[in-house]
């Protein structure tokens, strides 16, 4: 069981379509964060969110664009994707960000996306 | 920047057999956690252990944060444990996760 859900599981999209990602974790963390992986490749962070701002932007292309409504929920609305934004798309969060102890981060099961 | 190296990259055992992972990182670290990644991409967190030995069941893991080195022990391994076992650092000056490449490990019945 996760504490961190996300939705959907697969997003099949096309390059002119607009879609989004959401997350949502119950655990009271003060940090969530959007993280990329492509196959055999380790996560790469694209947005770290603490107290419901915008705290890293790993320069990610502005067809990503990131939004927190709220301390549970994280959202990462899609627009023009590109091919080559196929990926395995991680939400995580954190007690916290930016201090000596964050503490563990914990996954979503992923959203798998392809890009048509 | 920190660099995060770990072995072996491939790993293929028999069940029952016991592994050892290792993580090596290049400077001094506020934290390092162990993940494993299943086949169907799930991230479970194993460990967070800036110092010291853990222990949760089949697993343990040690960090001697003083020679730049941690390592995960799997003992008695069952098929359930195949995957990928990322190691990450937080650096500490900028507070971000650092990853390793990974190991990949393949149990077979």
């Known amino acids: 069981d996760t504490e961190v859900t996300q939705t959907p599981k697969h997003l099949v999209m096309g390059m002119t379509n607009k879609k989004s990602l959401k997350c949502e974790q119950h655990m009271g963390h003060r940090a969530m964060y959007w993280y990329k992986q492509k196959a055999k490749k380790p996560p790469e962070l694209m947005f770290v969110?603490?107290?419901?701002?915008?705290?890293i932007n790993e320069s990610v292309p502005s067809r990503f664009s990131p939004e927190c409504p709220n301390s549970s929920l994280l959202n990462l609305h899609l627009h023009a994707l590109q091919p080559e934004d196929s990926a395995l798309y991680l939400c995580?969060?954190?007690?916290?960000?930016?201090?000596?102890?964050?503490?563990?981060?914990?996954f979503g099961e992923g959203s798998r996306l392809t890009v048509l | 920047g920190i660099q995060v190296e770990q072995s072996p990259p491939d790993l293929i055992l028999q069940e029952g057999a016991n592994s050892t992972l290792r993580c090596n990182f290049s400077d001094s670290v506020n934290n390092l956690q162990w993940f494993h990644q299943n086949p169907w991409g799930q991230l479970i967190n194993l460990f967070y252990i800036p110092s010291g030995t853990k222990q949760n069941g089949r697993l343990s893991a040690t960090t001697v944060a003083t020679e730049r080195y941690s390592l995960l022990y799997i003992s008695s391994s069952q098929t359930t444990d195949s995957g990928v076992y990322f190691c990450a650092v937080e650096g500490r000056s900028n507070y971000q996760l650092i990853w390793g490449a990974g190991t990949k490990l393949i149990i077979k019945p």
């Open positions: 969110y603490s107290y419901e701002k915008l705290s």
């Open positions: 995580a969060s954190s007690q916290d960000w930016a201090t000596p102890d964050t503490g563990e981060l914990f």
